[in-house]
C-alpha cells in the first residue's frame, strides 16, 4: 500500500520527455502548464483503470469526502495539481498512522518479551527509504511552490523570483492567470501542510525545508490588517475572524516547538532588511538583499514582538546568539557578527515590561555565555557576553552593576563578609571560585575596556583576588595565571593615584576590606582554591608565626606583580610615595618626641591614657610597615624597573644641589675607601659643571645591575649569605687595590656547577662588561699567586677568577707557569668552600682546553686514583674525585672536534669507573662517557658493541637507581649526539639499546629512569621517523653539459 501511493506520487511528480513538450509548446510557462496538466491526467487514468491502485483510490476518496477546500470543477490547472498533491500527501499521512498504530499495538509489552536480545527492533512503518523521502520531498515542494508562495503577499517571505530562475516562471505562470481566492487557497495549503507535520516523518521534511514559507503564511493568515479597498475583496472576506484566530494559535504552537535558533534565522528573514530609499534596483545582484529590503510594517512589527518574545523566554540568549553566529569560522565577519549581538542585547526591546525585568531576565544568561565548553562556541559565546558587558556598564551602569558585576562578583564578596555562624564549612566552594576568576579575566582581561565603572568594581575585591594570588604562588594552581593578569591588568589601566592607593592597601600601609580573619584559602581537589573556616592556633607564638611570615610572602609577592610593570612608572612613583611619606615622618619625629615629653599623663582618665598609648602603638607600627616595604622592594627589584625614567634636569635643579658641594668634597678627601671618594668626586664635578663634564666611570657606576636573576626570593638566608660575600668581597678588592682608582669590579659567583665562570674583559677607558673585571696589569704574576692561597674567601675566588682568565687569554707568565697554576687549581680543589672549589674547577676546564694532552692525563690519574698532592687529605678522597669528574666532564663538552684523537684514554678510564665500588664514582663516569660519546660522531663504531654491552649490563644488573638513570641517559645523548647518522654508527647495537630502554619503561621501577627512558625512546623515534620518511627537499640542480 505504501509503496502504491508513492508510486501514485512519483506519476504525479515525474517530468514529461522533454523534446515532445518543447515541440508542442513555444514557451517554458506554456510547457510547465502542459506538463502540470499532462502528470495529472495520467495519475487519474491509472487511478481508475489498474488494479494496483485500488486500495490508493478507495482511501484517496475518503480523503476527498472529507476535504471540504476540495473543487473538482476548477479551471486553474495549477490549483488543480496542488489539490491533487495534497490529496495523495492526506491519503499517504492517513495509511502511515493507521499503520503506526498497528505498530504500536504490535510492540505491546506481552510481544516484546518473545524477541531475544540478538533481534534487531523491529522499524516503525514511517521509516522511509532515501528514494520515498526524495520522492515526498518533490511532492511537497510542488505545493509550496504552486500553492503557497505565489499566494503570499508582496514582502512577505523570501519571492520564489529570488530564489531561482525556475521559481520566477512558476511565479509569472500562477499570477500570470488573474488567481481569485488567495486567500482562500493559502489557508488550505498552510493547513494541510501543519496536518501533515503532525506525524514525524513528514514534520521533519516540512520543517527542514519550507518552515519558513509556513511561518510567511500563517502571519498573513493571522496578522495582516484587513482593508477594504483591496482587489479580490469577495474572496477575502471568506477568511472569517475565527480561521484568523486558528492561525495565530498555530503559529504560536509552532513556534514554541522548532529549535529556536532556527526559528529566530527565520524570522530575521521574515523582518526583511533595513527600509530602503530610492529604487530597489540598486542592489541588483544581490537577490538576498532584495528579497530582505521590502517587508511590509506590520509584518516587521510582528516579528520584532516575535523576536523579543523569544529573546526573553528561558534560554532566549542562547538562542539568539546561536541564531546569528552557528556556522561560524572565527573570521572577521564572526567578529561583526558578536558586535551587532551584543548591541541587540543590550537595546530593551518595547515589548518588554519595564527595563528593569528586561535587565533581570537577560543578564543570567549573559553570565551563562561564559561558561561553554565547547571551543568554538565557547570562543563565540564570550566574545558576546565580554561585547555586552562592556557595552551595558557604558550605556546601562546602574542595570549592569545591579544585575551583571554583582552577581558575577559575588563569590569574591563572599570572601569578606563570610561569617563562622553562616559558613561554618566552605564559605566559597571550588567551583565557585574558579568560575568568579575565570569570568573576571574573560570580561576585565580579555575585553580589555578599562571603563571607570569596571574599574572600581574591581577594586572593591582586588585585595581578596591579591589573597588567592598570594595563595596560587605557595600551591601548584591554575588559578594563579588569571589572578596575575587581572592584577597587572588593574594597575597598568588604573590612574597612577588610585594605583598607589591600591598598591599602599595591598602592602597593608592602608587599611583594606579583605577576607574575615576566621576563614583562608586552602587547596582544591581540582587544582583551584576553597575559601573555608580556619582552625585556632592555640599557641600564641605560632600564630604570631604565621601573622609574619604571611605579611612577608604578601609583600615578596607584590614585589613580584611590581617587577612585572615594565613599561610602567608605576613602581618608580610607589617607591617615591614610600621615600616622601618616610621623609615626612623623620620630619615630624622631633615635634611628636617633643609632644610626648610635655604630655602630663597625671591629668588624664585611664581612657585617655590608654587611647594615647595605642595611638603611639599604632603610629610605631606604621612606621615599621613602611620600613619593611621599603627594604623589601628595594632589595628585590631591579634598578631598571625602579628607576625606568630617564631624568633630564634643570639648571633650577643643579642650583639647588649646588649645597652638596662641600659634604662631597669632604667626602672625596676623608673618606677611608678609595671608591667612595672617586665617586664623590665626580659627582661634585658633575655638579659644579651643570652636567657640562660627566666622568666615564660615573656613568659606569650609575648602570643598573644587569643580573637578571634577581627577584625577591633573594630573602633567604642562603641568598643573603652570597650577598654578604660578594660584598666582603668588593671589600676586600677595595683595599688590596686602592692604588688603582679606576678599577670597577664586579665578582660573580658560581651557582651550580655547571656554571661557567664570570669572564673577565677589559675595555678602553677602564670599564667593564657585563660580570668583567678590569685586569690590574700592575700587579706582579706571584701576588696573585700568593692571593689564590690567601685564607680569605673572596680575596681567594678573585685570584683564581683572575688565573683563570690570564690562562684563557694566553698571558706569557701563567703559560710559563703554568704547572704552578695547575697545583695551585687542585689544590684549591679541595677546599670545602663551594665557592673556592667551583672556581678551581673552573680553572682546570680552561686548563684542560687550553693544553689538552698534559692536563688530562693528570686529571685521568687522579680520578682514577685519588688525589695525588703531598698534601691531599685522603679521608675526602672520594669527594675530590667527584670534582674531577666534573672538570672532566666539561672538558668532554669543550673537546670539540679533537674527541676522536683525545677521546681514547678517557672512555677507557670511564669505562673503569663504571666498575668502582662507589655508586656515586660510578653514576659521575657513566655521565662522563655520555657526554664524551656524544661528541664522538663517526670514532664510536668501533667502541660501540663494547659501549653498548657495559651500558645494557649496568641497566639490567645495577643496584642503584641513580647509576641506572645514568646509564639511560648515556644512551639518550647518545642518540641525541650522532642523531641522523645512529643507523649508520650504532646498525649492529641499536637493537640491543633499543630492548634496553624498553625494558626500563616496563620493568625499572625508579620513575625517574623510566622517564629517562620514555625521552630516550622519543629521541629514537624521531631519528627512525628521520631515516625512514626524509624530509622532501625543492631543489633545482643545474648541471653543466660537456
Same mark, same amino acid.
Given at each position: ?12 511528480? *515525474? ?74 500527501? !492526506? ?21 516484546? *518479551? ?72 493559502? &489557508? ?8 501533515? %507535520? ?16 509556513? =511561518? ?42 522548532? $529549535? ?51 529573546? =526573553? ?20 565577519? +564572526? ?23 528586561? $535587565? ?14 565547547? *571551543? ?50 566552605? %564559605? ?11 569570568? #573576571? ?20 575585591? @582586588? ?32 590612574? =597612577? ?37 580556619? +582552625? ?22 607584590? =614585589? ?21 611619606? @618616610? ?7 622631633? *615635634? ?14 585611664? @581612657? ?176 696573585? !699567586? ?5 685564607? +680569605? ?28 697554576? !695547575? ?22 676546564? #680552561? ?50 672536534? &679533537? ?6 684514554? &678517557? ?32 670514532? !664510536? ?32 645523548? @647518545? ?68
Amino acid at each position: 500500500m505504501t509503496s502504491a501511493i508513492f508510486s501514485a506520487i512519483n506519476t504525479l511528480t *515525474k517530468p514529461l520527455d522533454e523534446a515532445s513538450v518543447h515541440d508542442a509548446q513555444p514557451t517554458h510557462q506554456e510547457a510547465l502548464l502542459a506538463v502540470l496538466q499532462g502528470n495529472r491526467a495520467l495519475l487519474l487514468e491509472q487511478l481508475q483503470s489498474e488494479r494496483s491502485f485500488e486500495e490508493v483510490r478507495r482511501l484517496r476518496e475518503e480523503v476527498m469526502a472529507a476535504a471540504k477546500w476540495f473543487s473538482s470543477n476548477t479551471e486553474d490547472a495549477t490549483w488543480g495539481f496542488v489539490q491533487e498533491c495534497l490529496l495523495l500527501l !492526506l491519503t499517504l499521512a492517513r495509511h502511515l498512522s493507521i499503520e503506526l498504530e498497528l505498530f504500536k499495538q504490535a510492540c505491546a509489552p506481552s510481544a516484546a *518479551k518473545q524477541h531475544t536480545p540478538e533481534m534487531a527492533p523491529p522499524l516503525p512503518p514511517d521509516i522511509l527509504s532515501v528514494t520515498q523521502q526524495k520522492t515526498l520531498g518533490a511532492a511537497l515542494q510542488f505545493v509550496v511552490s504552486l500553492g503557497l508562495c505565489p499566494y503570499l503577499a508582496p514582502g512577505v517571505g523570501v519571492p520564489l523570483g529570488c530564489r531561482s530562475a525556475f521559481g520566477a516562471m512558476v511565479e509569472k505562470l500562477v499570477r500570470g492567470g488573474g488567481v481569485s481566492a488567495v486567500g482562500h487557497r493559502l &489557508l488550505t495549503t498552510t493547513n494541510v501542510l501543519l496536518q501533515l %507535520a503532525e506525524l514525524s516523518s513528514f514534520a521533519t521534511l516540512v520543517f527542514t525545508h519550507h518552515l519558513g514559507d509556513v =511561518m510567511a503564511a500563517l502571519c498573513q493568515l493571522g496578522y495582516q490588517l484587513s482593508r477594504t479597498e483591496r482587489r479580490g475583496t469577495e474572496e477575502e472576506k471568506e477568511l472569517s475572524a475565527e480561521d484568523c484566530q486558528t492561525c495565530k494559535k498555530a503559529l504560536k504552537s509552532l513556534l514554541g516547538k522548532v $529549535y529556536q535558533p532556527v526559528v529566530i534565522k527565520e524570522l530575521l528573514i521574515l523582518q526583511g532588511g533595513p527600509k530602503l530609499c530610492g529604487a530597489v534596483g540598486s542592489f541588483s545582484g544581490s537577490s538576498r538583499r532584495a528579497a530582505l529590503g521590502s517587508a511590509p510594517g506590520w509584518l516587521r512589527r510582528l516579528c520584532g514582538q516575535l523576536l523579543s518574545e523569544r529573546l =526573553m523566554q528561558p534560554n532566549g540568549v542562547q538562542a539568539v546568539v546561536r541564531a546569528i553566529l552557528e556556522g561560524g569560522t572565527g573570521g572577521e565577519s +564572526d567578529w561583526r557578527k558578536c558586535d551587532g549581538v551584543a548591541r541587540i542585547l543590550v537595546a530593551c526591546p518595547q515589548q518588554s515590561a519595564s527595563a528593569d525585568s528586561y $535587565y533581570r531576565q537577560v543578564c543570567p544568561q549573559i553570565l551563562d555565555l561564559l561558561h561553554f565548553k565547547d *571551543k568554538l562556541t565557547a570562543h563565540q559565546f564570550q566574545s558576546v557576553a565580554t561585547r555586552v558587558a562592556v557595552s551595558m556598564v557604558q550605556e546601562k551602569p546602574s542595570f549592569a552593576h545591579q544585575y551583571l558585576l554583582t552577581p558575577l562578583l559575588e563569590p569574591l564578596h563572599r570572601c569578606t563578609t563570610a561569617s563562622y555562624e553562616s559558613h561554618s564549612q566552605a %564559605a566559597v566552594e571550588e567551583w565557585e571560585l574558579t568560575r568568579c576568576v575565570e569570568d #573576571v579575566y574573560k570580561i576585565w582581561v580579555v575585553g580589555n575596556s578599562p571603563s571607570a565603572s569596571l574599574l572600581k568594581a574591581l577594586e572593591e575585591v @582586588l585585595p581578596v583576588i591579591f589573597t588567592l594570588f598570594c595563595f596560587t604562588k605557595q600551591n601548584v594552581s591554575h588559578l594563579r595565571a588569571p589572578c596575575k593578569d587581572i592584577l597587572l591588568w588593574y594597575l597598568s589601566h588604573s590612574e =597612577m593615584s588610585v594605583a598607589l592607593s591600591s598598591l599602599r592597601q595591598l602592602s597593608g600601609l592602608q587599611e583594606q576590606k579583605t577576607e574575615t580573619a576566621h576563614f583562608h584559602f586552602t587547596p582544591g581537589s581540582d587544582g583551584g582554591a576553597r575559601f573555608k573556616s580556619r +582552625d585556632n592556633l592555640s599557641d600564641e607564638n605560632d600564630a604570631l608565626y604565621e601573622k609574619l611570615s604571611g605579611e612577608q610572602w604578601r609583600l615578596e609577592c607584590l =614585589m613580584q606583580l611590581l617587577a612585572e610593570l615594565k613599561d610602567s612608572d608605576l613602581p618608580g612613583d610607589f617607591l617615591l610615595d614610600l621615600l616622601q611619606e @618616610l621623609t615626612r615622618w623623620a620630619a615630624e619625629a622631633d *615635634k611628636v618626641k617633643k609632644d610626648e615629653q610635655e604630655l602630663d599623663v597625671s591629668t588624664m582618665t585611664l @581612657l585617655e591614657v590608654e587611647g594615647q598609648l595605642l595611638g603611639q602603638a599604632a603610629r610605631q607600627g606604621q612606621r615599621l610597615i613602611l620600613l619593611q616595604v621599603l627594604a623589601v622592594m628595594v632589595e628585590s627589584l631591579q634598578h631598571t624597573v625602579l628607576l625606568r625614567k630617564t631624568t633630564q634636569f634643570s639648571a633650577e635643579d643643579y642650583s639647588s644641589m649646588s649645597r652638596l658641594l662641600p659634604p662631597l668634597e669632604t667626602l672625596s678627601q676623608k673618606h677611608s675607601e678609595v671608591g667612595i671618594q672617586e665617586l664623590a668626586s665626580n659627582l661634585r664635578t658633575v655638579i659644579a659643571t651643570y652636567g657640562s663634564y660627566w666622568p666615564e666611570n660615573l656613568s659606569a657606576a650609575t648602570q643598573p645591575s644587569r643580573n637578571p636573576e634577581t627577584t625577591a626570593k633573594n630573602t633567604s638566608v642562603s641568598s643573603r649569605k652570597k650577598q654578604k660575600m660578594q660584598t666582603e668581597a668588593n671589600d676586600s678588592q677595595n683595599s688590596s687595590h686602592s692604588s688603582l682608582p679606576d678599577s670597577n669590579t664586579h665578582i660573580t659567583h658560581p651557582v651550580s656547577s655547571g656554571g661557567s665562570a664570570a669572564g673577565i674583559t677589559q675595555h678602553p677607558g677602564g670599564r667593564t662588561s657585563g660580570n668583567s673585571a678590569p685586569c690590574p696589569s700592575t700587579e706582579p704574576f706571584s701576588n696573585w !699567586l700568593l692571593e689564590a692561597c690567601d685564607p +680569605d674567601v673572596p680575596t681567594r675566588v678573585f685570584a683564581l677568577r683572575f688565573l683563570t682568565q690570564m690562562v684563557q687569554n694566553g698571558n706569557p707568565e701563567a703559560v710559563q707557569a703554568q704547572e704552578k697554576v !695547575l697545583m695551585l687549581f687542585l689544590e684549591n680543589l679541595e677546599h670545602e668552600d663551594s665557592f673556592v672549589y667551583l672556581s678551581a674547577i673552573q680553572g682546570l676546564a #680552561v686548563l684542560a682546553d687550553s693544553y689538552p694532552k698534559r692536563i688530562l692525563e693528570r686529571l685521568l690519574k687522579d680520578f682514577q686514583h685519588g688525589p695525588s698532592l703531598p698534601t691531599s687529605n685522603m679521608a675526602q678522597s672520594l669527594e675530590t674525585r667527584l670534582k674531577v669528574g666534573e672538570v672532566l666532564m666539561r672538558a668532554s663538552r669543550g673537546v670539540g672536534e &679533537l674527541a676522536p684523537h683525545l677521546g681514547r684514554p &678517557l672512555i677507557g678510564v670511564f669505562l673503569q669507573g663504571t666498575r668502582d665500588p662507589d655508586a656515586r664514582v660510578r653514576a659521575s663516569s657513566l655521565s662522563n662517557l655520555g657526554e664524551l660519546c656524544k661528541q664522538l660522531d663517526y670514532a !664510536l663504531g668501533p667502541l660501540a658493541h663494547e659501549l653498548s654491552s657495559c651500558v645494557t649490563a649496568l641497566i639490567k644488573t645495577e643496584k642503584e637507581a641513580e647509576v641506572r638513570r645514568a646509564a639511560v641517559h648515556v644512551i639518550a645523548l @647518545l642518540l641525541q649526539g650522532i642523531s641522523n647518522k645512529t643507523t649508520q654508527v650504532l646498525s649492529d647495537v641499536l637493537l640491543d639499546l633499543y630492548r634496553a630502554l624498553k625494558w626500563v619503561v616496563r620493568s625499572d621501577p625508579d620513575d625517574v629512569a623510566v622517564l629517562h627512558a620514555q625521552l630516550a625512546l622519543e629521541e629514537l623515534d624521531d631519528v627512525m621517523r628521520r631515516s625512514i620518511f626524509p624530509e622532501q627537499k625543492l631543489e633545482k640542480k643545474i648541471v653543466v653539459l660537456p
